[in-house]
T-cell receptor
Framework: DAKTTQPPSMDCAEGRAANLPCNHSTISGNEYVYWYRQIHSQGPQYIIHGLKNNETNEMASLIITEDRKSSTLILPHATLRDTAVYYCIVRGRNVNTDKLIFGTGTRLQVFP | EAQVTQNPRYLITVTGKKLTVTCSQNMNHEYMSWYRQDPGLGLRQIYYSMNVEVTDKGDVPEGYKVSRKEKRNFPLILESPSPNQTSLYFC?????????????FGPGTRLTVL
C-alpha cells in the first residue's frame, strides 16, 4: 500500500470549513484513499473513501486530484466535536487481509 | 444498535497473569481484527480473522493468541502478559466479501501490565 504524508497539526475556527490535505504520490491505479478519524482515545471512525472521483457524504467531502497524487478532506462546517486526529490511508485490494495501516495523521483542533 | 463491544475497557494486571479481552460484534461481519495503539507508533494489527475458524497473524502477533469459534466473537488472549504489552487495544470488524468496506472499531481496552 502506498505511503501517505499529512501535516502533523491544523487549527480551524468553529463554523468554518476545515481542509485537511494528504499526499500519496506513489498511489497505484487500484488503490483507494480512505479517511478515518480518532477522537481522543476512542476507536477510529470511518469518514469517507474514494478512488478518483470526488465523493461527498453526510460527514465530509473528499477531493482527489486528477493525477491522484494528493487529496483533501473537507469538513464543511467544523464544530468543536470535530477536534480529532484525522488519518489518510491508501489501500489496495487485498483479499487476504483488511488491514488498515495508520500513519501519524493530522491533529485538527477546532476552536470557538 | 450496530456496534463492536470490548471488555474490559480498563485493566491493570501483573506480569505473567493470563488475561482475555473479549470482542463482540452484532453486525454479522465475517472479518474481525485486533490492533494495538502506542504513542508514536500508530495502530498496528496484531491478528485478524477472515471467518469462523480462520485466523492469521498481523504485524505484531508475538505474545498474543486469538480464537474465532463463532462469527460474532473474537477474543484476544495474553497467556503471559509482559510490561511491553501495556497499550490501548482496539477490535474491529467489517462486512463480508468487499475488501473496501469501512471497518467498525470498538471503544478500546486500555491495558496496563505491571
Amino acid at each position: 500500500d502506498a505511503k501517505t504524508t499529512q501535516p502533523p497539526s491544523m487549527d480551524c475556527a468553529e463554523g468554518r470549513a476545515a481542509n485537511l490535505p494528504c499526499n500519496h504520490s506513489t498511489i497505484s491505479g487500484n488503490e483507494y484513499v480512505y479517511w478515518y478519524r480518532q477522537i481522543h482515545s476512542q476507536g477510529p471512525q470511518y469518514i469517507i473513501h474514494g478512488l478518483k472521483n470526488n465523493e461527498t457524504n453526510e460527514m465530509a467531502s473528499l477531493i482527489i486530484t486528477e493525477d491522484r497524487k494528493s487529496s483533501t478532506l473537507i469538513l464543511p462546517h467544523a464544530t468543536l466535536r470535530d477536534t480529532a486526529v484525522y488519518y489518510c490511508i491508501v489501500r489496495g485490494r487485498n483479499v487476504n487481509t483488511d488491514k488498515l495501516i495508520f500513519g501519524t495523521g493530522t491533529r485538527l483542533q477546532v476552536f470557538p | 444498535e450496530a456496534q463492536v463491544t470490548q471488555n474490559p475497557r480498563y485493566l491493570i494486571t501483573v506480569t505473567g497473569k493470563k488475561l482475555t479481552v473479549t470482542c463482540s460484534q452484532n453486525m454479522n461481519h465475517e472479518y474481525m481484527s485486533w490492533y494495538r495503539q502506542d504513542p508514536g507508533l500508530g495502530l498496528r494489527q496484531i491478528y485478524y480473522s477472515m471467518n469462523v475458524e480462520v485466523t492469521d497473524k498481523g504485524d505484531v502477533p508475538e505474545g498474543y493468541k486469538v480464537s474465532r469459534k463463532e462469527k460474532r466473537n473474537f477474543p484476544l488472549i495474553l497467556e503471559s502478559p509482559s510490561p511491553n504489552q501495556t497499550s490501548l487495544y482496539f477490535c474491529a470488524s467489517s462486512p463480508p466479501g468487499q475488501p473496501y468496506n469501512e471497518q467498525f472499531f470498538g471503544p478500546g481496552t486500555r491495558l496496563t501490565v505491571l
